[in-house]
C-alpha cells in the first residue's frame, strides 16, 4: 500500500472522533540526529548511521478533554544511510517517511498563554534507500547500503513548548524520540555480521501551529 494511501485512510479514521472538539493544524521544521549501532564480524566493529539530516513535519490534532489530546503526525527526513570503521566511511543517499498517532498530556489548561506538554505514540516508519549501487562497496564485509527500503513499526515519546503569540497561533518547540527496529533491509548486514540494539533518532523542531 502507498504511504499517500495510508495517510489519507488515517485522516478519515482520526477526523470523525474529533469533530466539534479544538482543532490544531501545524508545521516544522528541524534536524534529525541519529545514534549509531554497532555492526560486528569475525571480531571486528563498524559503526553505522543515518548521517544528521534535515527534518520537517506536519500535524493534525485534537484538545478538547481538558489537557489531555492527540495528533496525527507525519514526518519527513533526508539524510544518508553511513557506515563507517575508523578514517573508513561509505555513504548511501537515503530518505525516510512516518505517520504515528501521539497522545499528549499538557501541564496547563487550554486557557494558558503557555503550555509544556509531552507525548507519546506509536506507528510507522519507511526507510528507502536512494543511492546509485556500485560494484565494490568498502565495508561490505560488515553490511551493504541498499537501494531498496524497509517499513517497519514506530514508538515515538517526546516533549515541548507551546507559546500563544496571537490569536489561534502558536509558536511551538518539540523534541522527538523516534524509536524503530534496525532498517536492515536498506543497511543490510553481511551473511557473518550481526547489528545490535534499536535505531534512535532525536529530532529537535520549531513551528507554527493554527487552533480552532
Same mark, same amino acid.
Given at each position: 500500500m502507498r504511504l499517500s494511501t495510508i495517510l489519507v485512510c488515517a485522516l478519515v479514521a482520526v477526523v470523525p472522533s474529533a469533530w466539534g472538539q479544538k482543532w490544531e493544524f501545524g508545521g516544522g521544521v528541524g534536524g534529525g540526529f541519529y545514534a549509531s549501532n554497532d555492526v560486528t564480524s569475525a571480531g571486528a566493529t563498524a559503526s553505522a548511521k543515518i548521517q544528521t539530516n534535515l527534518a520537517g513535519s506536519a500535524w493534525v490534532g485534537s484538545n478538547g478533554h481538558g489537557r489531555l489530546g492527540g495528533e496525527l503526525r507525519y514526518d519527513y /527526513?533526508?539524510?544518508?544511510?553511513? !557506515?563507517? /570503521?575508523g578514517s573508513n566511511q561509505t555513504t548511501f543517499s537515503g530518505v525516510s517517511h512516518a505517520i504515528h498517532y501521539d497522545f499528549l498530556f499538557h501541564f496547563t489548561d487550554g486557557e494558558s498563554r503557555i503550555r509544556p506538554f509531552v507525548s507519546a505514540g506509536a506507528g510507522i516508519k519507511v526507510y528507502r534507500g536512494t543511492g546509485t549501487e556500485v560494484a565494490f562497496q568498502p565495508l561490505s564485509n560488515f553490511a551493504l547500503l541498499t537501494k531498496d527500503q524497509d517499513l517497519t513499526g514506530l514508538l515515538s515519546v517526546g =516533549?515541548? !513548548?507551546?507559546? #500563544?503569540? =496571537?490569536?489561534? +497561533? /502558536? !509558536?511551538? !518547540?518539540? +523534541?522527538?524520540?523516534?524509536?524503530?527496529?534496525?532498517?536492515? /533491509?536498506?543497511? #543490510?548486514? #553481511?551473511?557473518n555480521a550481526k547489528v545490535s540494539g534499536w535505531m534512535q533518532d532525536f529530532v529537535p523542531m520549531g513551528g507554527l501551529a493554527f487552533t480552532y
Open positions: /527526513q533526508n539524510g544518508p544511510l553511513q !557506515l563507517s /570503521q =516533549a515541548g !513548548l507551546k507559546f #500563544a503569540i =496571537a490569536p489561534h +497561533v /502558536q !509558536l511551538r !518547540l518539540d +523534541v522527538h524520540d523516534y524509536i524503530t527496529p534496525f532498517p536492515k /533491509q536498506i543497511i #543490510a548486514p #553481511a551473511s
